[in-house]
């Protein structure tokens, strides 16, 4: 064997060494939802740009000016494709100009009934769920998920309880039985009596609208990301929103809400970023977005999530789903 021989020899050795010791490791680590991000997207990695940079969206540069820019509500006009569910869009403006929009579902859970689903291999988004559930009217993204995929806060589907059995919850949950669904204060109140007779129930955070009326986030952040939020009106209706850009931090988002035409009484946030996905499928109605943005800022320094593929179906583990009864 020549000497170039034995060296690719020796090379392809090596590489096949890294490769299994590398999957070896994904696998440990994230199991079969680690391989589908790889699969879906080459993978997650941040990089740090400054808070002008192009790659940013214009509303996150706009977000990112200090001080932020004072927001209001544009005009809100309430759809009804079919009876008990209503759609709308309302237009988030700076100075007269839009710089987000927040994509609207109100729902009677007298006609409808709410489902939550975990597909923790991570192989599907938005397109697969819809396919998977041909039922469901709505589908957006649920709570929060672990390393594998699987609920990281307490979750009941369909009568099934998953996630965490210990868990310290201070925020809210959304609750659904046969008859009811509503978003349940955990301020002062123990998470597992909260659930108690739920069919379908999952813990998130934080919660943006306490039942007091009063926005529940008290820490200030520049952290941006599309974002996905479910909420009880004052008629008792489910309102579930998903922001088009990434303008909002989670305390702007909520000082925002508890100021708009909505009339929340308590609002509650899911998991947020690129998987915060939203299909919508009635007779005569139809809509599909595709989410992108996250962002983590300190400073001047902006931490903005990228991957290699460019995969406009992200995966999502956790969904919240809505179905005619």
Do not use: C
């Not at 291999?121 to 709505?138: F, M, N, S, T, Y």
């Not at 929060?144 to 699987?150: A, K, S, T, V």
């Amino acid at each position: 064997m020549s000497v170039v021989r034995k060296l690719l020899f020796g090379l392809t050795a090596a590489l096949v060494i890294v490769i299994v010791v590398a999957a070896g490791w994904l696998w440990q680590v994230a199991g079969a939802y680690g391989f589908n991000t790889v699969l879906r997207r080459g993978g997650t990695y941040w990089i740090t740009v400054k808070p002008d940079d192009e790659r940013l969206s214009a509303s996150m540069q706009l977000a990112l000016k200090n001080p932020v820019p004072a927001v209001q509500p544009g005009s809100l006009v309430w759809q009804e494709p079919e009876i008990g569910f209503e759609v709308a869009e309302l237009p988030v403006l700076a100075d007269g100009r839009e710089v987000d929009r927040i994509f609207l579902s109100r729902i009677d859970p007298a006609r409808f009934r709410f489902v939550v689903h975990n597909a923790s291999q991570g192989d599907r988004g938005i397109d697969e769920w819809e396919h998977a559930l041909p039922k469901a009217v709505l589908i957006v993204n649920g709570s929060y998920y672990d390393m594998h995929g699987r609920p990281d806060t307490p979750f009941i589907s369909e009568g099934v309880a998953m996630g965490p059995q210990q868990y310290d919850a201070k925020a809210g949950a959304f609750f659904a039985d046969a008859n009811s669904a509503d978003i349940r204060d955990l301020t002062h109140r123990d998470w597992g009596s909260a659930l108690a007779g739920a069919t379908n129930a999952m813990v998130s955070y934080p919660l943006l609208i306490g039942d007091d009326g009063q926005t529940h986030v008290n820490v200030k952040s520049r952290w941006l990301a599309n974002r996905t939020f479910v909420a009880t009106d004052g008629s008792g209706r489910i309102v579930i929103g998903t922001t088009k850009e990434a303008f909002f931090s989670l305390d702007r988002l909520a000082e925002f809400l508890k100021a708009s035409p909505l009339d929340l009484k308590i609002a509650l946030n899911l998991d947020g970023g690129p998987l915060a996905h939203r299909s919508v499928r009635l007779n005569g109605y139809s809509q599909k977005f595709y989410a992108r943005w996250e962002a983590q800022v300190e400073d001047d320094n902006v931490k903005l999530l990228r991957w290699p593929v460019l995969q406009a179906n992200w995966a999502m583990p956790m969904v919240l789903t809505v179905e005619r009864k």
